[in-house]
């Protein structure tokens, strides 16, 4: 029946609906099942996926190469977010292009549009680095994850389906994702997750034989590595091993991935580790300092490479938004200007030197003190945790890598009178 307007109502037969039909449907309240408070409400710290150890201080201000907590205790920052904060806390650059970024208005546009900071930056990476192009993420481990999609379907373009494994280096780190995770050599990370990415194998980078064997032309899509291993122990390859496996991955058309997620960006003394080699690998992953504190990643590429890839192949809702790129524009333009990174290098070999002298002077408990620039570590006989703890109550934090080794990593513009500071606090410190 169709009501046109005005019409009445007609209320229903009560007499023809069925008993059930006229019942309540009103449900009786539920029994109230007792559980304990979450213990967020009293511990705001239990909010937090407990999948990390923080200690009990909670830092609430940064200064420079300091981080400051609650009770205003100031710390000598030589972690600087594990790489991230190149430029330290508060930098004038960073907050100058954050402000710039938010007076625009635009913040997100998403990778549907063409926006300028994204674009400018693409062109700058590529200048630096010899590469052409760029496609930006969120994180390290992200980069990775692209890098190897990349790669595989790049190799499997040249040589079918069977090119696809990847070789990676033993004592690498390249991230904690499904693929990232799958080419880190981390047992106890990976052990959980199992089974991971198929198709990955693991070389010691010092036996020519094993590497020579893994690098099959018919199999392999892609070598990743780090140039200088960071969780790894701040284990540094060598210029001529990094040529031999360049001209190794030429000849077999192997796309070689360089990993500088956290040696890249003026860490070593030059914007990309890579760089003294005198080699251009065919992707390049990037991310911990490119925007000065704000998350993002780039993964760079050859012509070659970007060419096979097509619109859907690949994507990402944030990553190279504007206000990231826009800081990362800034902190590039600081980090490669060649007087900034000629101080890193002298700032990298005062450090080096100071750590050595307390090697000297302590050699039943400093095994070794090795690095580059403004990343360098020092590996203990005994485990370094404890090490690490009676440091970070003296007012210095470090972050370890691997079970001997303290790794420092202070801001590139950390100052000579805080280099020599930390170095006394972390000889005080030792057992």
């Known amino acids: 029946m169709t009501l046109q307007a005005g019409s009445p109502v007609t209320q229903p037969d009560t007499d023809s609906i069925s008993p059930l039909e006229t019942e309540s449907t009103t449900l009786p309240e539920p029994e109230a099942v007792p559980h304990p408070a979450p213990r967020s409400a009293t511990d705001p710290r239990a909010a937090l996926l407990g999948v990390y150890r923080p200690p009990d201080i909670l830092f609430v201000r940064g200064e420079g190469t300091e981080l400051i907590d609650e009770a205003g205790r100031r710390y000598l920052d030589f972690t600087s977010g594990i790489g991230v904060n190149a430029l330290g806390h508060g930098h004038p650059v ?9 007076a625009s208005g635009l913040l997100h546009a998403s990778n549907l549009f063409r926006t300028a900071p994204a674009e400018e930056l693409a062109v700058a990476l590529a200048r630096h680095s010899g590469l052409d192009r760029a496609f930006f993420c969120n994180s390290g481990a ?13 190799a499997r373009s040249t040589g079918g389906e069977d090119k696809h494994r990847i070789v990676a280096f033993r004592g690498g780190f390249h991230g904690r994702l499904g693929a990232s995770l799958a080419v880190t050599d981390r047992p106890d990370y990976r052990k959980p997750f199992e089974p991971l ?8 980078p010092l036996d020519r034989e094993a590497l020579d ?17 960071g969780e ?12 031999d496996v360049r001209a190794l991955t030429l000849d077999r058309g192997i796309a070689l991935i360089l ?25 390049l992953c990037l991310a ?15 012509e070659e490479v970007a060419e096979v890839m097509v619109p859907g192949d690949h994507g990402t809702t944030f990553g190279g938004g504007v206000l990231a790129s826009t800081v990362a524009l800034s902190v590039l333009k600081t980090i490669s200007d060649p007087a900034f990174l000629t101080e890193v290098a ?28 403004l990343i360098r570590g020092i590996e203990l006989v005994e485990a370094a945790a404890d090490t690490v703890t009676r440091v970070r109550e003296a007012g210095l934090l470090t972050v370890p890598a691997g079970t001997h080794v303290i790794r420092f990593l202070p801001p590139l513009t950390v100052s000579d009178a805080e280099i020599r500071r930390a170095v006394e606090i972390l000889e005080a410190g030792l057992p």
């Open 94 to 102: 960073v907050s100058g292009a954050i402000e710039c970024a938010l």
């Open 142 to 154: 992200e980069s990775v994850e692209g890098a190897i999609k990349f790669a595989r379907k790049w």
């Open 197 to 204: 990415m198929p198709g990955v194998d693991f070389v010691d």
């Open 213 to 229: 064997e893994a690098l099959d032309p018919d199999r392999t899509a892609a070598l990743i590595l780090e140039p200088l291993q």
């Open 232 to 243: 790894g122990g701040i284990r540094i390859f060598s210029d001529d091993l990094l040529r």
């Open 259 to 283: 990993d500088e997620v956290q040696c890249g960006l003026g860490r070593t003394g030059t914007l990309f580790a890579f760089q003294p080699s005198g080699i251009r690998p065919d992707i």
């Open 288 to 302: 911990k300092p490119l925007a000065g504190g704000l998350p993002m990643g780039a993964v760079l590429l050859t």
């Open 346 to 373: 002298r700032k990298g070999e005062l450090l080096g030197s100071l750590l050595e002298k307390v090697r000297a002077s302590r050699p039943a408990v400093v095994r070794e003190v090795r690095g580059k620039g």
